[in-house]
């Protein structure tokens, strides 16, 4: 089974400090994903990458950036935290593919303060 | 306007009883559809995929697909208290490496 591992499962940060999350997938997927999930807003979509130092924008990207330095790992960086960042994080990783489905990892809850 | 559509719920049912939870979809060329179920707390989970039209079983799931009326629908037969979660219906549209999800749907089964 693909295991999608994220580093931290509850993180509690200051505003203004930068803050990193990491997401590291065992299975040699091409593709990976960093969502938020805030209560009555769904799943939104922050950024993702399909290959090593590519990233593409999602649908809510400011405040936030990645780093995909290998194939296995993908990171996201909030740059400057802030408190309207405290969030459920999820990463994921899905075959490249349109038959195949995400693989989601534990979640990182973040609290800003 | 929101690309993919579910009746947030809660949708509750008796134990025993079929639940059936219903998406809808605004891209016709859509391709592939997905079901996950997510417990309050937790990481959704894939529980489901179809890709063609008609029915796909799987134990006591059952995926519905019917590409013309652009909607997906998951039946759960024999329902239990725990399949009590939000079930997330997603889409890989045309084109998109990235599934788009619905809001869910809040299922509870009353024992």
């Known amino acids: 089974d693909v295991k999608v591992t994220q580093s931290s499962r509850y993180l509690v940060k200051r505003t203004g400090e930068k803050v990193f999350l990491e997401c590291v997938q065992d299975?040699?997927?091409?593709?990976m994903f960093w969502y938020r999930q805030d209560p009555g807003l769904g799943l939104r979509l922050i950024y993702f990458?399909?290959?090593?130092?590519?990233?593409e924008k999602g649908d809510i990207p400011e405040g936030y950036s990645v780093s995909r330095e290998k194939k296995e790992r993908f990171s996201l960086i909030l740059e400057s935290a802030s408190t309207n960042q405290t969030s459920m994080y999820l990463c994921?990783?899905?075959?490249?593919?349109?038959?195949?489905?995400?693989?989601f990892g534990s979640g990182t809850r973040l609290t800003v303060v | 306007q929101k690309e993919v559509e579910q009746n947030s719920g809660p949708l509750s049912v008796p134990e025993g009883a079929i639940a059936s939870l219903n998406c809808t979809y605004s891209d016709r060329v859509s391709q592939s559809f997905f079901w996950y179920r997510q417990y309050s707390g937790k990481s959704p989970e894939l529980i489901m995929s179809?890709?063609?039209?008609g029915d796909k079983e799987d134990g006591r799931f059952t995926a519905q697909l019917n590409k013309a009326s652009q909607y997906v629908s998951l039946l759960i037969r024999d329902s239990q208290p725990s399949d009590s979660a939000t079930y997330l219906c997603?889409?890989?549209?045309?084109?998109?490496?990235?599934?788009?999800f619905g809001s869910g749907t809040r299922l509870q089964v009353q024992p």
């Open positions: 997603a889409v890989n549209e045309a084109g998109r490496r990235a599934l788009t």
């Open positions: 994921a990783s899905r075959r490249q593919g349109t038959n195949y489905g995400y693989t």
């Open positions: 990458s399909y290959d090593v130092k590519m990233k």
């Open positions: 179809i890709y063609s039209n």
């Open positions: 299975m040699d997927h091409e593709n």
